[in-house]
């Protein structure tokens, strides 16, 4: 069975940095494209970031471009979000999802639970 | 302000059909597949509607979803009070290299 479970979050003063990591089991890891979303209080989901089965490709939301570093460590099967200067507008809830094939751009098929990000003084 | 637009919400009886709308552009719904998501408090966003409107294993084919042109909807029928929850749709945007979500619809069984 898939799994996917985030991991990182907490409370983050404006300015500060966070590390997201992704656990993942159930799959090859190093076969699949994988992704960040959130969603924010009172808001819908967002696309963040992806990342390609070899690291080769990276995308990035607008929003979150030149703050934000996508990786993953295939021998680990984890996956990270590197999060600096971080704005309230940034608190949220982030998921880690699997693509259903080898870069980013087939569709996210499986989601984890989550990892609560709050920014604020 | 989502690239894709859903209605806020939705609402049936039990055994009713309910059907939710996304509406984008070429460059999105338009070019590409949508994919359609549920998600329920607590738990892992769960996808319902995948590429080419399949269901992956699991899905009840109670859910089912169809395109046109640059609109898209996601059919509930024989609508149950587990189906309460939020409903998300999202397809590839291809000027923006992204992915875009709609805003969401909130599903209630009344």
């Known amino acids: 069975e898939v799994h996917l479970v985030e991991s990182g979050g907490g409370l983050v003063q404006p300015g500060g940095s966070l590390r997201l990591s992704c656990a993942v089991s159930?799959?090859?890891?190093?076969?699949?494209?994988m992704h960040w979303v959130r969603r924010g209080p009172g808001k819908g989901l967002e696309w963040v970031s992806g990342?390609?089965?070899?690291?080769?490709?990276?995308g990035y939301a607008d929003f979150v471009k030149g703050r934000f570093t996508i990786s993953r460590d295939n021998a680990e099967n984890s996956l990270y979000l590197q999060m600096n200067t971080l704005r309230p507008e940034d608190t949220a809830l982030y998921y880690c999802?699997?693509?259903?094939?080898?870069?980013?751009?087939?569709?996210?098929?499986?989601w984890g639970q989550g990892t609560q990000v709050t920014v604020s003084s | 302000q989502s690239v894709l637009t859903q209605p806020p919400s939705a609402s049936g009886t039990p055994g009713q059909t309910v059907t939710i709308s996304c509406s984008g552009s070429r460059s999105n719904i338009g070019n590409n597949d949508v994919y359609w998501y549920q998600l329920l408090p607590g738990t892992a966003p769960k996808l319902l509607i995948s590429r080419y409107n399949q269901r992956p294993s699991g899905v009840p084919d109670r859910f089912s979803g169809s395109k046109s042109g640059t609109s898209a909807s996601l059919a509930i029928s024989g609508l149950r009070s587990e189906d309460e929850a939020d409903y998300y749709c999202a397809a590839w945007h291809d000027s923006l290299s992204a992915w875009v979500f709609g805003g969401g619809t909130k599903v209630t069984v009344l």
């Open positions: 999802g699997k693509d259903i094939g080898l870069l980013w751009s087939g569709g996210l098929e499986t």
């Open positions: 990342i390609s089965w070899n690291s080769g490709s990276v």
């Open positions: 159930g799959f090859t890891f190093d076969d699949y494209g």
